[in-house]
């Protein structure tokens, strides 16, 4: 009698489907996290451009907030800042103002007052709803954080 080395054939399917059946469990799951880890970035871009435009309204009180999301960034290395580029924020989220610039999954779209600007608005939205993320954010010069679970957030959403 020949003994032959190896995995049969119904030994190989059967490991096959058992590596399917994890990856269907795993897959979705990793999805979900990868959307929270968005969010939480977006969150984070957003603290980031309140922070910015305090100290920009502090360096700058004629201007008032910033005219532009570009304006509170700077191209590195920021040796010298001025008005139009105030180096406060990374220049990814500068200028992460379209879905095809977005920042960690996520656009944003910056409102300021007439000049000198009083106030400003801020929001986020996810530059692939439902893959990317699912809430949209929004702030202003209150520096209150709001979401909304789907779509644009706005004055009137849910603080976080």
Do not use: H, W
């Amino acid at each position: 009698m020949k003994r032959q080395k190896g995995f049969s054939l119904i030994e190989l399917l059967i490991v096959v489907a058992i590596i399917l059946i994890i990856a269907a469990i795993a897959i979705p799951n990793f999805i979900r996290s990868r959307m929270a880890a968005n969010e939480a970035s977006a969150v984070s871009s957003l603290r980031n451009v309140n922070t910015a435009e305090v100290a920009y309204i502090t360096a700058y009180p004629n201007q008032g907030y910033s005219p532009s999301l570009l304006s509170l960034g700077g191209v590195a290395p920021c040796v010298v800042a001025t008005a139009a580029a105030a180096c406060l924020i990374d220049d990814l989220l500068a200028n992460a103002s379209a879905a095809a610039t977005g920042k960690s999954g996520y656009f944003f779209t910056y409102v300021p007052a007439a000049a000198p600007a009083n106030t400003y608005t801020i929001t986020g939205q996810p530059n692939n709803p439902g893959s990317t993320g699912q809430r949209g954010f929004f702030t202003d010069q209150t520096v209150v954080i709001r979401y909304a679970l789907s779509g644009a957030a706005a004055v009137g959403s849910s603080p976080l």
